[in-house]
């Protein structure tokens, strides 16, 4: 059964650590749909449009070269950064983002992402 | 990305910075009468010309296609072609007005273009000269102005 952009976005962002979810168009880098912004980040200026486009850009390039590589298409992408994580499941034309704190469980993120990207496809 | 040329020179750093960040393979920053004021990715004047010419036509069409559609003017468009897509917009540094058209392929993506416009814009607005806004001109002085203003990016022709 195809899960609806909105229901990702909800599932993924009650994961805990999740700051914020998001799906995201894989060629034009927009955003589908967006959870809110929880935690810390929430006080700042909103990111999210900037973090969904470059985000999406990355992963294609990443995408590149694991094909460059020979390594078939990236399943997980993780850029671990001084204050948190963003990790990025590409599914066809759209990506999944999320933006993680570092007490995040890592483990379940990715779980999580994955499972979504299933139930999209 | 072949070299920039500006005919005011304020707007130089933040055009290069739009070209390079955004990853566009030409672009034309110009006032809506169709005066050019900066180019990026062309090598001939007749091509910024017809350029200037189209999207200020375009420009003033999709304005009042906005007003007639939603009441109030579009000021954003983006078409995507196969493989090179185009992103037109408008954006102002205080009183002044101008247009922007890019182009771009896969390299770059929509999303991308958006954010670093809006730096862009944000850029324009920080470094903005204190003159005098270009008024609109009369419709007979468009090709004379567009002229000169080619002049000033590629040198006179002929």
Redesign the interface.
């Known amino acids: 059964m195809r899960t609806a952009p909105a229901d990702v976005v909800a599932t993924l962002s009650h994961v805990p650590g999740v700051a914020v979810a998001m799906v ?2 894989a ?4 955003i589908v749909e967006t959870s809110g912004v929880k935690g810390g980040a929430a006080a700042g200026p909103d990111t999210r ?2 973090t ?3 985000a ?2 990355l992963y ?1 390039k990443v995408s590149r070269a694991s094909h460059a590589a020979r390594l078939g298409t990236p399943s997980f992408m993780r850029l671990e950064a001084e204050r948190g994580n963003i990790c990025v499941v590409g599914a066809e034309d759209i990506v999944l983002v999320t933006i993680v704190t570092p007490e995040a469980n890592l483990g379940r993120v990715r779980l999580d992402m994955m499972q979504a990207v299933r139930d999209k496809s | 990305m072949t070299d920039l040329s500006v005919v005011e020179p304020w707007v130089a750093g933040p055009l290069k910075n739009l070209a390079e960040d955004a990853r566009l393979i030409s672009g034309v920053l110009l006032y809506p009468s169709g005066r050019a004021v900066g180019q990026f990715g062309f090598s001939k004047a007749a091509d910024v010309m017809s350029i200037c010419a189209l999207t200020s036509a375009i420009n003033a069409s999709s304005r009042e296609l906005g007003r007639q559609l939603y009441g109030k003017p579009f000021y954003e468009m983006h078409h995507a072609g196969g493989d090179r897509q185009v992103f037109m917009a408008r954006c102002m540094a205080g009183a002044h007005e101008f247009l922007f058209v890019g182009v771009f392929d896969r390299e770059s993506s929509l999303g991308m273009v958006e954010i670093y416009f809006a730096e862009f814009q944000k850029a324009l607005e920080q470094l903005q000269p204190d003159t005098e806004p270009v008024k609109p001109l009369p419709a007979g002085d468009f090709e004379r102005e567009l002229n000169r203003s080619l002049d000033s990016l590629f040198g006179p022709i002929g």
Request: glycine letters at 14%; charged letters at 15%.
């Open positions: 995201v168009g060629a034009d880098g927009l449009k900037h969904a486009a470059l999406a850009y294609s």
